[in-house]
């Protein structure tokens, strides 16, 4: 995969990529795109994987830790000013093995996000790095 990529919005914005295959934070950062990162090795429950979100894209303090608040965050980002946005979960075969309900649960307020956000032509990518 290449930086230029995640400067699409489309509705392939869910990605599982290898390490040696993702960008570099500051190549993707230098097309204007916001790059947050989360480890998912030691995430093993849904208030885990929230705080990691919420932590990595700076969710305002009235952030609820529940998934609908997590779409509406997901679905506003006005506190980033970006041209778009990146999530890269590391270790997240971790997250897959330990916790696959939470990662699937994520994947499906992604896309609901997502659909968003093409509305609007602003790239919205999620990409999990598998080992």
């Not at 998912?40 to 009235?62: E, V």
């Not at 897959?96 to 309900?101: E, G, I, L, Q």
């Amino acid at each position: 995969m290449f930086a230029d990529d995640l400067n699409r919005a489309t509705i392939g914005c869910i990605h599982f990529l290898e390490v040696s295959k993702i960008p570099a934070a500051p190549e993707i950062s230098k097309l204007g795109l916001h790059v947050a990162e989360i480890n998912a090795r030691n995430i093993r429950t849904k208030a885990d994987l929230l705080s990691a979100i919420a932590t990595a894209l700076s969710f305002p303090k009235y952030f609820g830790h529940n998934w609908d608040a997590l779409a509406d965050c997901l679905g506003d980002l006005e506190w980033i000013s970006a041209k778009g946005y990146v999530l890269v979960i590391r270790n997240a075969d971790q997250l897959w093995h330990h916790a696959a309900k939470l990662a699937g649960q994520l994947v499906e307020i992604w896309l609901g996000c997502d659909e968003y956000w093409l509305q609007q032509k602003t790239p919205f990518h999620l990409i999990f790095e598998i080992a």
